[in-house]
């Protein structure tokens, strides 16, 4: 939590140092050619990408993430069924699993596993390929991601008031669980075992283990 507050307050003081140059409009219209040429190119990249790709657009630049491990694919599969047996059953929203693209104001991802109330995926259609930023998001790290994952979209989830985010790390089988308040996500809880309960998902509770292990997905897919 320290690290994020410093982060807050080092932003504060950039923006504080940039009025304070006497060519800060200057350097607010560079700012803004290079968002300009950004939006054209993410239009670009909305008109190329294909359903074959998992690509994201970060920061002006296309990402072409590389195959996972199979025991990436298990944990995202095992935690998006829970979800979506749950949330089905009790009309709860939509799940989304990896080739769901989420559009924030900047950058857009395909996150592993994400989830939207019904109050927003009422308002879906079943041609739509964009989609508005969910209400829980979880990402399953890798070795190439994990910086990303950590910084700037933990940083870029939290400023869009996404309200939960999970943090999976499969080769250890630990799991993450961040809570927003206010405008920064604070952990609530980092496990390898015992019970996990969302706070967007209104009474999903599993066991940690349900997310690595077939057998226990099985028995808590069978208690929901």
């Known amino acids: 939590m320290?690290?994020?507050?410093?982060e807050t307050v080092m932003g504060k003081r950039m923006v504080s140092d940039i009025l304070?140059?006497?060519?800060?409009?200057?350097?607010?219209?560079?700012?803004?050619?290079?968002?300009?040429?950004?939006?054209?190119?993410?239009?670009?990249?909305?008109?190329?990408?294909?359903?074959?790709?998992?690509?994201?657009?970060?920061?002006?630049?296309?990402?072409?993430?590389?195959?996972?491990?199979?025991?990436?694919?298990?944990?995202?599969l095992f935690?998006?069924?829970?979800?979506?047996?749950?949330?089905?059953?009790?009309?709860?929203?939509?799940v989304g699993i990896e080739k769901i693209m989420i559009t924030l104001t900047r950058n857009d991802y395909e996150p592993d596993v994400c989830f939207f109330k019904s109050e927003k995926s009422k308002q879906f259609k079943k041609d739509q390929t964009l989609f508005p930023a969910p209400d829980l998001v979880v990402e399953v790290v890798s070795p190439s991601t994990e910086h990303r994952d950590?910084?700037?979209?933990?940083?870029d989830y939290a400023a869009h008031q996404i309200e939960e985010y999970w943090i999976i790390d499969s080769e250890n089988k630990t799991v993450e669980q961040y809570h927003l308040v206010g405008k920064?996500?604070?952990?609530?809880?980092?496990?390898?075992?015992?019970?996990?309960?969302?706070?967007?998902?209104?009474?999903?509770?599993?066991?940690?283990?349900?997310?690595?292990?077939?057998?226990?997905?099985?028995?808590a897919t069978q208690s929901l």
């Open 2 to 6: 320290e690290t994020l507050f410093l």
């Open 20 to 76: 304070e140059q006497p060519d800060a409009y200057f350097i607010m219209q560079e700012v803004n050619e290079i968002l300009n040429s950004e939006r054209k190119k993410r239009i670009n990249f909305y008109n190329d990408i294909t359903e074959q790709e998992k690509v994201e657009f970060i920061n002006g630049e296309i990402i072409v993430h590389s195959p996972v491990k199979m025991q990436h694919n298990e944990a995202s």
């Open 79 to 94: 935690l998006a069924q829970l979800f979506n047996v749950y949330a089905r059953k009790y009309k709860l929203g939509f």
């Open 150 to 155: 950590r910084g700037l979209k933990f940083k």
């Open 184 to 219: 920064e996500y604070f952990l609530v809880q980092k496990s390898s075992n015992g019970v996990i309960e969302s706070f967007v998902i209104e009474g999903f509770k599993i066991p940690v283990v349900a997310i690595f292990d077939e057998s226990e997905n099985i028995k």
